[in-house]
C-alpha cells in the first residue's frame, strides 16, 4: 500500500512557523488531509483536501500540497500547538492510510 | 454536535474475542461511513475498518486477517468491531470515527476518546 512518511519529531521556539511534511510518491496528485492528537486526547481533524479548514481550527494552521511532499504549517507557534501530527490519504480507494506522525515540541 | 462513545475494551487473554462498540449522535447516522483506527500505546494511529451507512466493508487486510468483523445497527445509532483470535499485538486504543468523502478523497471528521484493549494472559 502508499507509504508517507513523515519526520518523528520537530522542535520549534514559541512564535515561529513550524513546518510538518508528510512525503508520498507523487502525493500532489492526491487529497491529503492532517490530524492533531495532543497527550490524552483523541485525534482532532485539522486540515482536509490538503488545504481546507474544518471550523474550529486556528487560521494559523495551513496546509499545501504539491509534488512529493505536502506540509502543514503552523504560523506563530504557541505552547498549545504541542502535539502529535499526522497527515492521511485515502489510497486507491481502498484504505485508509496514515503517516508515522510527528511530535512537535515547542522550545 | 457529533459525538462517539465507544465501549467495550479490557483486558483479554490471547486467543479470545471480543466486541467493541460505538454509539454515534448528533448527526444522520445512516449515511455516513463509520470506521475503527486503532493506536498502539506510543506509537502511531493504524486504521482497521471502515463500513458504510449501507453496510458495505472494507478492511486493512494486514492488519485484521480475516480475524475482524465491522458491523452496523442503524436503529441504534451504533456500530462494532467484533475481533476473535486476539493476539498481543492487537493491544491498542481502539477509536471509532465518522468519515467522509469529498472530491477523490476521504477523512475522519469526527472521532471518539478510544476505548482500550490489552491481550494479555
Known amino acids: 500500500s502508499y507509504a508517507l512518511t513523515q519526520p518523528p519529531s520537530l522542535s520549534v521556539a514559541p512564535g515561529q512557523t513550524a513546518r510538518i511534511t508528510c512525503g508520498g510518491n507523487n502525493i500532489g496528485s492526491t487529497s491529503v488531509n492532517w490530524y492533531r492528537q495532543k497527550p490524552g486526547q483523541a485525534p482532532v481533524l485539522a486540515v482536509y483536501?490538503?488545504?481546507g479548514r474544518p471550523s474550529g481550527i486556528p487560521e494559523r494552521l495551513s496546509g499545501s500540497n504539491s509534488g512529493n511532499t505536502a506540509t502543514l504549517t503552523i504560523d506563530r507557534v504557541e505552547a498549545g500547538d504541542e502535539a502529535d501530527y499526522y497527515c492521511?490519504?485515502?489510497?486507491?480507494?481502498?484504505?485508509?492510510?496514515f503517516g508515522g506522525g510527528t511530535t512537535l515540541t515547542v522550545l | 454536535q457529533v459525538q462517539l462513545s465507544e465501549s467495550g475494551g479490557g483486558v483479554v487473554q490471547p486467543g479470545r474475542s471480543l466486541r467493541l462498540s460505538c454509539a454515534a449522535s448528533g448527526f444522520t447516522f445512516s449515511t455516513y461511513a463509520m470506521h475503527w483506527v486503532r493506536q498502539a500505546p506510543g506509537k502511531g494511529l493504524e486504521w482497521v475498518a471502515r463500513?458504510?451507512?449501507?453496510?458495505?466493508?472494507?478492511y486493512n487486510v494486514d492488519l485484521a486477517k480475516g480475524r475482524f468483523t465491522i458491523s452496523r445497527d442503524n436503529s441504534k445509532n451504533t456500530h462494532y468491531l467484533y475481533m476473535r483470535s486476539l493476539r498481543a499485538e492487537d493491544t491498542a486504543v481502539y477509536h471509532c470515527a465518522k468519515g467522509t468523502f469529498l472530491g477523490s478523497g476521504s477523512f475522519l471528521d469526527s472521532w471518539g476518546q478510544g476505548t482500550l484493549v490489552t491481550v494479555s494472559s
Open positions: 492521511q490519504v485515502w489510497d486507491s480507494g481502498l484504505y485508509w492510510v
Open positions: 483536501d490538503s488545504s
Open positions: 463500513i458504510s451507512g449501507e453496510g458495505g466493508v472494507m
